[in-house]
């Protein structure tokens, strides 16, 4: 029943910035793909962006390429979205998940697993 845990959200104004964290005590995350994902109510899931094992290799949305930056840690076994230039269609609960597959299949959250709870991204005036 492993579950990721992500932390770092908050409610900022348009144009403002947050950083994510994704991690678990539970095992060593350095063997996988990690994803970034959004889903608000009634909608599907939407891969935000994803990050190889050796953190070489970076997939993002063309919603938030160039605002949002992707990185891991593997010494602190955690993964970062850094979240730049913020609009209030960003808002969303953000989830991490891992994968055994390569960043490639950043666009197919079935082949994740071990979703965390969420974190709570509001970005309004």
């Known amino acids: 029943q492993l579950q990721l845990v992500e932390s770092g959200g908050g409610s900022v104004q348009p144009g403002g910035s947050l950083r994510l964290a994704c991690t678990t005590s539970?095992?060593?995350?350095?063997?996988?793909?990690i994803g970034w994902f959004r889903r608000a109510p009634g909608k599907e899931r939407e891969a935000v962006s994803c990050?190889?094992?050796?953190?070489?290799?970076?997939i993002y949305a063309d919603s938030v390429k160039g605002r949002f930056t992707i990185s891991r840690d593997n010494a602190k076994n955690t993964v970062y979205l850094q979240m730049n230039s913020l609009r209030p269609e960003d808002t969303d609960v953000y989830y991490c998940?891992?994968?055994?597959?390569?960043?490639?299949?950043?666009?197919?959250?079935?082949?994740?697993?071990?979703w965390g709870q969420g974190t709570q991204v509001t970005v309004s005036s």
């Open positions: 998940a891992k994968s055994r597959f390569t960043s490639e299949a950043c666009s197919y959250p079935q082949y994740f697993d071990s």
């Open positions: 990050i190889s094992d050796s953190g070489l290799s970076t």
């Open positions: 539970e095992i060593t995350l350095d063997h996988y793909t």
